[in-house]
Every structure is written in structure tokens, then in C-alpha cells.
């Protein structure tokens, strides 16, 4: 049972507009949200968190909501650069702070010039 | 910024054949790791949680006797795969973090493959 759901495995954007990835979640217990950004031969790089008493966190140009109700996170990304192309993952996590992370398949960002 | 190495990044090894993966926390110390297994076009799967000084603990559907995980070091965990078969072929990724509340570091991986 995938918990963590990114149902777009694909999204192409071009350079200076906004980038949106999506993330829904079966888990109610999940109490912090993470998004990792990973490079072809490297391992998952963390970008933002939010934890689920917020429902928005910003750093930069990376923004994440969070919407409880209906179990369902996006990352922002504006504006989107050619450097942002990569594979996006989402993560959960149950009363484990950052650890035990459940992830899901991920969504493959290509920001094109 | 905090750095967690992995090695090897690609073991091809025939059946049969033991396979150790190390993974370092290179500037903080973890006593905690944490080893996922990645299938094709698949998410990353949490397979055991390595403890410094005590015995690992695994998910469920995961052999720990497949999957030995040692961590005998506050900055070192070993996960050994005894006795590999095809059906072990995947990649292994390992992270580690400087405190709970603290985002988990991860290795580049380790792409296995077993003939």
C-alpha cells in the first residue's frame, strides 16, 4: 500500500515560470513532510520541511503547503530554473521527527531555457 | 555541510557471493542510520533502522538474516547482504542524520547486480 503518492512522474517547465509538484498522503499519522531533490548517481538532497501544525514554509524560491483535510502537499517553485531539473521525491514521516522516512515514487522536473 | 558517504557506488557480483556497503557519517556523529532498498521505477523502501551498540531494527517483509546490519561506530554502518541471488539486484541507499529533528543526510547509493 503506497502511503505516499506523487502521481505525476513527469513535468516540464520552462525557465522563469512556476514549478508545481504534487504529493498526496494515506497515512493520518504522518506529522512531518519533507521534500528531496535527487541528481542522476547521487543520493536525495533535502530542499524544505514542513511539519503538519503549519500549512505553508518558504525558503527561497522553494515553497511547501500543506492542506490536512485533504492529505495533500505541493512544492512551489518560482521562478524555475534549468538547474532545478531533477527527480523530486516526497517523504513522510510518523512521530519519528525526520527519520523513518516514507517516500514517494517521485516526479522527474525538466526546466527547459 | 553535513556528508554521508557510501561505498561501493556499484557492486556486480555472482550468486552466491556476500556483499558488504558501508555508509559514514563524515562530520557528525549518528546513532542512528537508516538503510532503503529502491526497485525500478519504485520508491524508496525503509528497510531496517541501524542502532550504534544494539541489534538492528527491521521493517516488516525484510529477512534479517538476508540483510545483516551492523553499526559498531557512531559514524559507520555496514549492511551486508549474505549470499546475494538476482532477485537482491537493486539499489541501496543509506542515511543518517545529526538528530532527530534534524533532516536525514543520504549516501549517493549503491547499485547492486547479481549474474
Known amino acids: 500500500d503506497q502511503q505516499v503518492k506523487q502521481n505525476s512522474p513527469s513535468l516540464s517547465v520552462q525557465e522563469g515560470r512556476i514549478s508545481i509538484l504534487n504529493c498526496d498522503y494515506t497515512n493520518s499519522m504522518f506529522d512531518y513532510f519533507l521534500w528531496y531533490k535527487k541528481y542522476p548517481a547521487e543520493g536525495p538532497t533535502f530542499l524544505i520541511s514542513i511539519s503538519s501544525i503549519k500549512d505553508k514554509n518558504e525558503d527561497g524560491r522553494f515553497t511547501v503547503f500543506l492542506n490536512k483535510s485533504a492529505k495533500h502537499l505541493s512544492l512551489h517553485i518560482v521562478p524555475s530554473q534549468p538547474g532545478d531539473s531533477a527527480v523530486y521525491f516526497c517523504a513522510a514521516s510518523a512521530d519519528t521527527g525526520f527519520q523513518k522516512l516514507v517516500f514517494g515514487t517521485g516526479t522527474r522536473l525538466l526546466v527547459s531555457p | 555541510g553535513a556528508v554521508v558517504s557510501q561505498h561501493p557506488s556499484r557492486v556486480i557480483c555472482k550468486s552466491g557471493t556476500s556483499v558488504k556497503i558501508e555508509c559514514r557519517s563524515l562530520d557528525f556523529q549518528a546513532t542512528t542510520m537508516f538503510w532503503y532498498r529502491q526497485f525500478p521505477k519504485k520508491s524508496l523502501m525503509l528497510m531496517a533502522t541501524?542502532?550504534?551498540?544494539?541489534?538492528?531494527?527491521?521493517e516488516q517483509g525484510v529477512e534479517k538474516d538476508k540483510f545483516l546490519i551492523n553499526h559498531a561506530s557512531l559514524t559507520l554502518s555496514t549492511l551486508t547482504v549474505t549470499s546475494a541471488h538476482p532477485e537482491d539486484s537493486s539499489f541501496y541507499i543509506c542515511s543518517a542524520g545529526p538528530g532527530r529533528d534534524q533532516p536525514q543526510h543520504f549516501g549517493d547509493g549503491t547499485r547492486l547486480s547479481i549474474l
Open positions: 541501524s542502532n550504534e551498540g544494539s541489534k538492528a531494527t527491521y
